[in-house]
């Protein structure tokens, strides 16, 4: 068969399966039931699309958050103890580890902030280029006790001095010299930084530090990079990173989306559904014109590919508008923060929304496959019609 031939078949397939789509029908309950599959078909597309782009803006605006405010692999006491006390030689020699961009020796502890409106508690975090005369304090946090950049507060460690009548706090006046706002609520609200020299001076650590903070070039390559550390550290230091610390979190994340991808799903079941009796009653109702086709040379593989065509069809239009739709939706809901959230709860203010193509793909793909399967037993019933038994009463 030429080729010619086979895409005059071809269209003149994809025609008719249009026309029987589009036409005014006796029956209007199967105009109404296709309608239903299309609209069933774009609102399973389109809540896919927006499920899965509140589970990657979740997933991406946390992590950015994370790795912008905390270590990327971090050199920790295997067992809390005195700290790390050969910070300096350890630092110098990660510093050339491959990959490694930044190193920072860095002590936090916890401590109390005394303002002028009320106290808060919160953890007070020595790093090498922090202010050395005073203290910068997350926005919340800065907010919440009152203080402006300029004021003067006082910081109260619970590690003080020892006196005849027992321990004692210290209390240390310090400048407000800034506030940072990461994004993050937990980390604005309760942490405040210094130079690494005043908060070994305020938690009485001595010349020590609780961590080695590192960040590397590829985020992706901190398990590997992670393991490398490993191997130089001494046996009471360990190694670790980002995916590692967070690990609750991002699990709990896929499974969320797992789980979110295969309720939404059955969305598309149901359309499928609607598809299968949408032509089941078009091939009850066509018994007469494809027993006329047939008549005038069909073949059966014709007829089988023009009910198929028409699932493919329902299928391909309401996917194109689920996608629409669902993608129109998540600019506009992710632009105007629609979606308010409790930062105390959420750690974010509102709700993201990241939509990525590859969704988009695999979804349109899972959306016409799902509808082409609903085609195949309706499809195979018209081809079993007998044109005889069809046109006897005509």
């Known amino acids: ?223 590997q990079i992670a393991a490398t550390i490993q191997a130089l550290l001494p046996k009471d230091l360990a190694a670790t990173h980002w995916m590692e610390q967070n690990r609750p979190l991002l699990s709990a994340l896929k499974t969320e989306r797992v789980v979110t991808t295969i309720t939404i799903s059955l969305i598309e079941l149901i359309a499928a559904l609607n598809i299968l009796i949408t032509l089941t009653m078009m091939v009850m109702e066509k018994n007469r014109d494809i027993a006329i086709l047939v008549s005038m040379g069909a073949t059966v593989r014709q007829i089988r590919r023009i009910f198929m065509a028409q699932g493919i069809l329902i299928g391909v239009v309401g996917t194109a508008i689920g996608l629409v739709l669902g993608y129109l939706l998540c600019y506009l809901a992710g632009n105007g923060h629609w979606i308010t959230l409790d930062e105390q709860v959420y750690a974010l203010g509102y709700l993201p929304f990241e939509p990525r193509w590859v969704d988009g793909i695999w979804v349109s793909l899972a959306a016409i496959g799902v509808s082409f399967v609903a085609t195949l037993y309706p499809a195979y019933n018209a081809a079993r019609v007998a044109p005889a038994e069809a046109l006897r009463y005509e």
């Open 1 to 223: 068969m030429s080729q010619a031939r086979v895409s005059t078949i071809a269209v003149f397939e994809l025609f008719v399966a249009r026309r029987y789509l589009t036409a005014k029908r006796k029956q209007a309950m199967v105009s109404v039931i296709t309608v239903i599959s299309v609209a069933g078909v774009a609102a399973g597309v389109m809540a896919l699309i927006v499920a899965l782009a509140i589970n990657n803006g979740f997933r991406q605006t946390l992590q950015g958050l994370l790795l912008g405010a905390t270590a990327h692999v971090s050199v920790l006491e295997k067992q809390p103890g005195s700290g790390i006390e050969n910070w300096r030689e350890l630092s110098a020699k990660l510093r050339g580890v491959a990959g490694v961009t930044q190193v920072a020796p860095v002590v936090y502890g916890s401590v109390f902030y005394s303002g002028p409106m009320q106290s808060s508690g919160g953890i007070l975090k020595g790093i090498p280029d922090g202010a050395t005369e005073g203290i910068t304090m997350g926005s919340k946090l800065a907010r919440s006790t009152g203080m402006m950049p300029g004021a003067r507060i006082t910081v109260i460690s619970p590690q003080g001095e020892l006196t005849p009548f027992g321990p004692r706090p210290s209390y240390f006046p310090m400048r407000v010299a800034g506030t940072f706002e990461t994004g993050f609520y937990d980390l604005d609200a309760t942490w405040a930084t210094t130079s690494l020299a005043n908060a070994q001076k305020v938690l009485a650590t001595g010349d020590v530090v609780n961590s080695i903070e590192l960040k590397v070039a590829d985020i992706q390559q901190a398990p």
